[in-house]
C-alpha cells in the first residue's frame, strides 16, 4: 500500500458518507484527526499517560504530555472540582 493512500481515502469516505447519509453529516476531517480523538478520548476517560503514549507509538510518555497538555491540564480541573463536590459534602 502507498502510504498516503489511507489519508487520501478519508476525504472520499467522508463525502460518499455524506452524500448517502443527508440527516447525519459528518465535517471534514483527517486521518491525523482520527488518532487525535483517540488519543484525547483516552486521556479524559482517565487512562494512564504511558498506556496512551504506547498506543500512539511515542517512544517517551514526555511526547504525549507535551502535545496534550491542554487535555492533562483539563483533567485535573475536573479533578480538583470531584475533590471540592466531596469536602463539601
Known amino acids: ?3 498516503d493512500t489511507p489519508s487520501s481515502l478519508m476525504p472520499k469516505l467522508i463525502e460518499i458518507h455524506n452524500k448517502q ?3 447525519a453529516q459528518l ?3 483527517r486521518l491525523y484527526d482520527l488518532r487525535h480523538i483517540h488519543a ?3 486521556l479524559l476517560a482517565g487512562v494512564p499517560v504511558h498506556v496512551v503514549a504506547a498506543r500512539l507509538g511515542h517512544a ?3 511526547i504525549t504530555l507535551r502535545v ?3 487535555v492533562i491540564h483539563e ?3 475536573t479533578a480538583a472540582e470531584v ?3 466531596v469536602i463539601n459534602g
Open 60 to 62: 517517551d510518555p514526555t
Open 1 to 3: 500500500m502507498i502510504p
Open 83 to 85: 475533590f471540592a463536590r
Open 40 to 42: 484525547t478520548t483516552l
Open 27 to 29: 465535517p471534514h476531517a
Open 21 to 23: 447519509n443527508t440527516s
Open 75 to 77: 483533567q485535573a480541573a
Open 68 to 70: 496534550y497538555a491542554h
